[in-house]
């Protein structure tokens, strides 16, 4: 693709606009010929001339977090905004769902949530043991359970602390049935630094796994106000409702949406992270005012919007006559 740029620039009429493109192009062309294998976490290139001090500069990198989006610009400037909450050192929470035998531990990182690690135990049930048999089968049960906290504390630790270091993990989010998560937290399964990171309230869920997390941070989406990954699902539940209601405020189908962004009547608008589009429907939000809610793969609904929808979706002010 760079190559095909880079054979129509001789149509560029300045010579000096035309000269440092073919710079920047030929230079990211150099430093892509050198990579025989693309990194985990993607790649990111800039390459340019700085106008004020005619420094050139080509950069190539593999981002600290996976980068998704597919994205060329020619322009004055470096776009970093898809960049921009890698760096959000204040913006990471720790997600513990325990049970007695079974365990999720996860992250919840800007818009996205990760599953880290999934654990469990052995932990029999009920029995029907009398007398001492029964104390000793009791005992047996407690050491087992006691066992197995030990072992998610280890993971924890693991996990979080690397976070804790950096100054990156903000709080820890706990829930789990019954009182489980309670025993958890007052138990020291886990390193003190961290255990002064759970947040006080404790959080009833009844699940495992990734919806596990997931009802966790729904549930305590008061404690955590303004994070992004509960605002996209707030918004996805907005717009879920008026779609439901069919009264004119949920809009789908790209070109309407770009209509209603022209008229300045979208009051939030929802885009899958690989929407080809998605940077004309930035620039348009930003003019009109519209809040825009990136949808990562990492959220259930983002293969729903992006097949049944195209990858956006709008939730109006007023509805369009």
């Known amino acids: 693709m760079l190559r095909q740029e880079l054979a129509i620039t001789d149509n560029i009429k300045l010579k000096r606009t035309k000269d440092r493109v073919q710079r920047a192009l030929t230079a990211a062309i150099d430093r892509l010929s050198n990579i025989s294998k693309i990194p985990q976490n993607g790649l990111v290139l800039f390459a340019g001339e700085n106008d004020d001090t005619g420094e050139f500069i080509c950069l190539m990198f593999s981002p600290p977090d996976p980068v998704t989006v597919y994205f060329y610009r020619t322009d004055k400037y470096f776009h970093l905004e898809f960049l921009e909450d890698m760096l959000e050192e204040s913006d990471v929470y720790g997600l513990i769902v325990i049970e007695r035998d079974e ?81 958890f937290v007052k138990g020291d399964y ?24 997931k009802e966790l941070v729904m549930r305590a989406s008061e404690l955590i106000k303004g994070q992004k990954y509960v605002e996209v699902v707030n918004a996805l539940e907005e717009f879920k409702f ?24 979208v009051k939030s608008l929802v885009v899958t992270e690989d929407m080809p589009e998605l940077e004309k429907l ?19 609904e983002y293969v729903w919007i992006k097949k049944t929808f195209n990858g956006v979706v709008a939730i109006l002010r007023y509805k369009i006559v």
Do not use: C, W
Request: proline share 4%; no cysteine.
């Open 103 to 183: 365990a999720t531990i996860g992250l919840l990182k800007g818009s996205s949530l990760i599953v880290l690690e999934e654990v469990e135990g052995y932990v029999p049930g009920k029995h029907s043991k009398g007398g001492q048999s029964q104390r000793r089968y009791d005992r047996i049960i407690e050491e087992l359970v006691e066992e197995f906290y030990k072992r998610v504390g280890e993971i924890v630790n693991k996990h979080f602390i690397p976070y804790l270091e950096s100054g990156k993990l903000k709080g820890i989010l706990i829930g789990g049935p019954g009182y489980a998560k309670l025993d």
């Open 190 to 213: 886990i390193d003190y630094r961290l255990k002064e990171k759970v947040l006080d309230t404790l959080v009833d869920v009844g699940s495992q796994g990734e919806p596990g997390l």
């Open 242 to 265: 008026h779609l439901a209601k069919d009264d004119g405020l949920a809009l789908y189908g790209f070109d309407d949406i770009v209509n209603a962004l022209n008229m300045g009547a």
């Open 282 to 300: 930035m620039e348009l939000a930003k003019k009109s005012g519209a809040e825009v809610y990136v949808l990562p793969e990492t959220i259930p």
